[in-house]
């Protein structure tokens, strides 16, 4: 096959796919009497195995399994994609705390800030916690009080309040502070609870999709496999 006859089948240019095998994402290419590259069939799938690995591990990623692989390091391609699979298990992991956590928080609505903002002692009262834990959410990450321009005193608004709020009924079910943290986080950058919902929505269907294609990704490798082994 000429290049171009393994570019036609992508979309791509005859000069992309000599690109790929000087990056070694290809094997090399014989070269007949007049020079040009020779390709095959191994080319043409070690080219669909590269195609497919960039959709769920990236460009760079997706290189580098392929160049180990085609040095004959399948150690180094194997912990490439074992990689892959953790970090995508870890951020599953992450969703569903994150669900699970606002699943447990109580539909009523804490009862708004009106006025000034809260002390400490005002806002621990509120909560019914000590001082000390507010400082100690708030060294976590938690919380992000506002200070007094000029006692430099902690001061709690709306946000912090309901934060606070947040943590409070978390600890109470058991969530370790790192995972209130991580929550509240989320919901402060989503937007909400309404948002935050669906966020995770979305947030489950990438990962379904990066799920697939990681799949979609091994499938090519091992029938590239196949035939370097052949």
């Keep these: 096959m000429r290049p ?21 994402i290809l094997p090399q290419a014989e070269r ?9 069939s191994l080319h043409a799938q070690a080219l669909r195995a590269f195609l497919a690995l ?9 290189t580098e399994i ?5 040095s004959g390091d399948l150690e180094a391609a194997y912990r490439l994609i074992d990689a892959a ?14 669900a699970t956590a606002l699943a447990s928080l109580s539909t009523a609505t804490p009862a708004p800030v009106r006025g000034r903002p809260l002390t400490v002692g005002e806002l621990a009262h509120r909560l019914d916690v000590h001082p000390a834990t507010l400082r100690t959410w708030e060294t976590e ?8 321009r ?16 947040i943590a409070r009924q978390l600890r109470r079910g058991g969530y370790p502070l790192s995972k209130v943290a991580r929550f509240v986080r989320s919901l402060r950058e989503a937007g909400g609870a309404d948002a935050l919902s669906t966020f995770l929505a979305s947030w489950q269907d990438r990962l379904t ?16 496999l196949t035939q370097l082994q052949g």
């Design 141 to 148: 990450g938690i919380l992000h009080p506002e200070r007094d």
């Design 150 to 165: 000029v006692t430099g005193y902690r001061q709690y608004g709306p946000d912090p309040v309901w934060d606070a709020e």
């Design 32 to 40: 007949g009497e007049t020079g040009y590259r020779r390709y095959t």
């Design 54 to 62: 960039r959709g769920g591990h990236g460009h760079q990623q997706a």
């Design 85 to 98: 699979h953790v970090a995508l298990l870890a951020e599953r992991d992450t969703r569903t705390e994150v």
């Design 209 to 224: 999709t990066r799920s697939r294609t990681l799949l979609a990704g091994a499938a090519q490798l091992d029938a590239y």
């Design 4 to 24: 171009i006859d393994l570019a036609r089948e992508h979309g791509m240019s005859a000069q992309a796919v000599r690109n790929y095998e000087e990056a070694g």
């Design 66 to 70: 392929m160049r180990a692989t085609n």
